[in-house]
């Protein structure tokens, strides 16, 4: 079974139905659900995630929406060693440096994300949703 690391940008197109993406973004975590994949995230993208929705809404329809995912998703850690690395890597933006390293760490097979471009540097493989549903038509 693959192991998928989710960034933020899927989880949020889910929880606003944000259009064109809401679709392949459920397929993702539907394939998650129904055991195709082990999906992660990690645990600054669950504070963020929230963070955002309580600016859209409540804190409450936060924490619900966030319990929710996390009967499907599982919650990896940020280590020192992953935020060091992302210091010292050639990724533009800091943060996606954070989660690749900690994708990697956790042995993840691939980063899914609509962000491609953000990974130019990474060493797994970085696909978006619509790839990652295509792996299960073959």
């Known amino acids: ?3 998928v690391f989710l960034d933020s940008d899927i989880i949020l197109d889910i929880a606003t139905g944000r259009e064109p993406f809401y679709i392949d973004s459920t397929a993702v975590l539907s394939l998650i659900e129904n ?6 995230m990690s645990s600054n993208s669950i504070t963020n995630i929230y963070y955002i929705l309580r600016k859209l809404g409540t804190g409450e329809k936060a924490k619900k929406f ?3 995912i996390l009967n499907y998703i599982s919650v990896v850690s940020i280590e020192h060693e992953d935020i060091q690395k992302a210091l010292e890597s050639k990724f533009k933006d800091f943060e996606d440096g954070v989660q690749h390293f900690s994708a990697k760490r956790n042995r993840c097979d691939y980063i899914i994300t609509r962000n491609i471009k953000d990974y ?3 060493e797994i493989e970085v696909i978006e ?3 990652f549903i295509l792996l299960f038509k073959r």
């Open 35 to 40: 055991g195709y994949a082990l999906g992660v």
């Open 129 to 131: 949703p619509k790839e």
């Open 1 to 3: 079974m693959k192991k």
């Open 66 to 68: 966030i319990k929710t």
């Open 120 to 122: 130019v540097f990474s």
